[in-house]
């Protein structure tokens, strides 16, 4: 029935060119990028939207720069792979998210789909969907979770986060974590005043104030309010910790404008130390508030500790630190000489040049309480080199005034011995003062010559080719090899006063005595005995053939005049062969009538 049959053509083709219609308006106008491609990936048709996504021209479509296995982020290529296998067996395979690389570089998070084209055994068709936007979304979202929206700073979720992570580090390490809970003093009635606009003004002005105090590594954090907090991993020692604290409150301290209105703020700051106060992330922080409230309730501008002894302690510290430099300008630093004896005869045979501060106002300091600093900061080089300059000035004196020369030992410090000119300091030294090179010896830890034996090696021979005495300084303590020893060009080993302190007591401090002496002599080397403070050790030490004697026994360490007493004693009374070790002649004794 032939006319039926055109209605029927016609219907057809009208339904036909209408599905068309609707497909290309699908294709050109719709938001889902989709492309054509080869069963090897090659892209042959894609609408604007799937460019737009890859951010690639039609000209690149047109000449075949385009395949979307290759657009894959390589870390997702495992999962085309894996949907191009379903699509052999299945025709198609589920939507999953990848991220694409743009034609800048740049990277598209997308939602990603394909599907045999019905009917075709080499075709595929790819739906794209561009998931930026939603990720920046979930990013700012994931961001806020975790940073405070006024300052951008992390805020307490993030902060116990790091600290966690950081302890878990810190475990693996040396080093000390501290926590800082930082309080604005008085800030109830500053926002009261200024009204929360210029108040949230000055808690970001706070905020950035605060971050350039501290390194990358550090981590600030504002936990609400005017509550920081900061997180310190590197920390050697407690006053590293109130060296920031000082920083931070200084920083806060300086005028702050708003509206040419000047403003002032002090600061509160609790301290709690890991592992010293506390091990865990919930008991730091809780002590650090306890810390903190206990700096608050001293009104305002205070740091304290946990542990409450800790803040003095350290406030001294910062003050010797903030003052060594000047110290050494204005010349408050003085030497204190030991005299060294020979065990049997009693003569003086050397002394030790021992360096005290005079602080104008702590009063006499002694080297525990600043040497160490002085090594933190560099500055030990500079008090070495005055102490052996003034060491060696001092000896050539007495000898110009007559007395017989003696021999001066002076400690080096191994950031001393390390630097590089050290041996063409000493050589100055010794031409500057006149003193016979003879008539100075360096004292050394094991430490500081285990540091680099080789040139350890090399810098020995070339101050014992000068003619200068080496000695190992605290032997025993530290973990020298036998058979470096025996390479180092040493004259002395000077056995550390802890084995001496109880070798009346401990057979093993005795047995180490002994061998140390026996290796000594067994290498040639003189040994010397340090810390002797009783007669009872002084006769075992006799007993094991020690050869010289230094300490409280004889003499503690003497000031210039004191020393030049006793040589003046010695010229005169002459110190004797003829006492024994019943009747002691103990220097001290001597001394004390012109003390
Ligand atoms: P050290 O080299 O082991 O010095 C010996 C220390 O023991 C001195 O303490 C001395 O006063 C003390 N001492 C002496 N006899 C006795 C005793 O019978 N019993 C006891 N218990 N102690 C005694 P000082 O002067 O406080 O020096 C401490 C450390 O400081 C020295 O230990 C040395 O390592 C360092 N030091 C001192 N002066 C200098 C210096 O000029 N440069 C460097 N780098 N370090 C120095
Ligand atoms: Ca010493
Ligand atoms: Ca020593």
Request: proline share 3%; aromatic share 8%.
């Amino acid at each position: 029935m032939p006319p039926k049959k055109l209605l029927t053509d016609a219907a057809g083709h009208q339904a036909l060119s209408r599905c068309e219609a609707r497909l290309s308006s699908i294709f050109d106008y719709g938001i889902t990028g989709i492309c054509f491609a080869d069963l090897e990936g090659l892209v042959t048709e894609a609408n604007e939207a799937f460019l737009k996504i890859v951010g690639y021209t039609r000209e690149d479509l047109s000449a075949g720069r385009l395949n979307w296995r290759e657009l894959t982020a390589q870390e997702y290529r495992h999962l085309d792979d894996y949907a191009t296998e379903i699509m052999n067996v299945t025709g198609t395979c589920a939507p999953f998210a990848k991220e694409c690389i743009r034609k800048d570089g740049s990277r598209a998070p997308v939602l990603f789909g394909a599907a045999r084209v019905s009917g075709s055994e080499k075709e595929l068709v790819c739906f794209t969907v561009d998931l930026t936007e939603y990720k920046q979304a979930e990013e700012k979202v994931n961001y806020f979770a975790y940073h405070d929206a006024l300052t951008n700073l992390p805020n307490h979720e993030l902060f116990k986060d790091r600290l966690k992570h950081a302890l878990l580090a810190a475990d693996r390490s040396e080093r000390k974590l501290a926590v800082l809970l930082i309080d604005l003093d008085r800030f109830a009635t500053i926002n009261d005043t200024l009204g929360y606009v210029t108040a949230d003004q000055l808690l970001r002005e706070v905020a950035k104030r605060i971050v350039a105090c501290v390194r990358e590594s550090d981590t600030v954090a504002r936990f609400g309010g005017d509550d920081f907090a900061l997180l310190l991993t590197e920390v050697n020692r407690p006053e590293d910790a109130a060296k920031i604290a000082r920083h931070v409150q200084e920083t806060l301290s300086a005028a702050f404008y708003f509206d040419e209105q000047e403003l002032f703020l002090t600061s509160s700051i609790g301290i709690s130390l890991n592992p010293d106060d506390a091990k865990d992330a919930v008991t730091l922080l809780k002590t650090a508030g306890t810390a903190l409230n206990r700096a608050k309730e001293l009104h305002g501008n205070h740091y304290q500790f946990y542990q409450a002894g800790r803040t003095t302690k350290a406030l001294r510290q910062l003050v010797l630190e903030n003052n060594l430099r000047s110290g050494l300008e204005r010349e408050e630093f003085i030497i204190h000489y030991q005299p060294q004896v020979n065990i049997q005869s009693f003569q003086l045979v050397a002394m030790e040049a021992l360096v005290r501060w005079e602080h104008p106002a702590l009063g006499l300091l002694y080297p525990a309480e600043f040497i160490g600093l002085a090594e933190d900061n560099g500055l030990i080089v500079s008090i070495g080199e005055w102490v052996m300059r003034t060491a060696c000035l001092q000896s050539k004196s007495w000898q110009d005034a007559g007395f017989d020369p003696l021999r001066v030992a002076v400690n080096l410090s191994a950031r001393q011995f390390q630097q590089p000119a050290l041996v063409e300091s000493v050589a100055q030294i010794l031409k500057d003062t006149g003193l016979d090179p003879n008539l100075l010896e360096l004292e050394l830890t094991e430490g500081s010559i285990m540091k680099d034996p080789n040139q350890a090696i090399r810098k020995l021979h070339e101050l014992k080719a000068m003619g200068i005495h080496i000695s190992v300084d605290d032997f025993g303590t530290g973990y020298s090899s036998l058979n470096y020893l025996k390479r180092f060009p040493i004259d002395t080993l000077k056995i550390d006063k802890s084995f001496v302190k109880d070798i009346n007591t401990d057979p093993d401090n005795e047995a180490i005595v002994s061998a140390i002496i026996t290796l000594a002599h067994a290498l040639k080397l003189n040994v010397i005995a340090e810390g002797v403070e009783t007669q009872e050790q002084l006769e075992s030490l006799q007993m094991l053939k020690c050869d010289e004697v230094q300490g409280f026994l004889f003499s503690t360490p003497l000031s210039v005049a004191e020393f030049t007493a006793l040589l003046a004693e010695r010229l005169t009374i002459g110190i004797t062969k003829d006492y024994n070790t019943t009747r002691l002649p103990s220097l001290v004794n001597v001394l004390q009538h012109f003390r």
